[in-house]
């Protein structure tokens, strides 16, 4: 059973930053898709940023953001201690949500929520201006 508990949200003023970690536990294999999404209060769960491995001749980790955060934010994961990030700089009121990390079994559809199979509970983040 895969379990995802997230930690690191909080509150900063604009301009700030904070780190999120998502502990998974049970099998994901390094190549399933991992996650952040948010949701903030009257909106829909959206995709922040997500990571997976590409094998094959040109190993890499290859990260997906949405455009809101691109340049601000930073994913990564952890193979050895089983842990994802999400690094977020430059923090606006925008967003503010409570962040969820989620990780798949298959599919190749980053930022699609319908994509995972599995969810944490959620972190809560709120920047105030």
């Known amino acids: 059973q895969v379990q995802l508990v997230e930690s690191g949200g909080g509150s900063v003023q604009a301009g700030g930053s904070l780190i999120l970690s998502c502990t998974i536990s049970?099998?994901?294999?390094?190549?399933?898709?991992v996650a952040w999404f948010r949701q903030a209060p009257g909106k829909e769960r959206a995709g922040v940023a997500a990571?997976?491995?590409?094998?094959?001749?040109?190993?890499?980790?290859?990260?997906t953001y949405a455009d809101s955060v691109k340049g601000r934010f930073t994913i990564s994961r952890n193979v050895f201690n089983n842990t994802m990030y999400l690094q977020m700089n430059s923090l606006t009121p925008d967003d503010t949500a409570l962040y969820y990390c989620?990780?798949?079994?298959?599919?190749?559809?980053?930022?699609?929520?319908?994509?995972?199979?599995?969810w944490g509970q959620g972190t809560q983040v709120t920047v105030s201006s």
């Open positions: 989620a990780a798949a079994l298959g599919g190749d559809a980053p930022l699609d929520a319908a994509q995972y199979n599995y």
């Open positions: 049970g099998s994901i294999d390094i190549r399933s898709l």
């Open positions: 990571i997976k491995f590409r094998g094959g001749l040109k190993r890499r980790w290859e990260p």
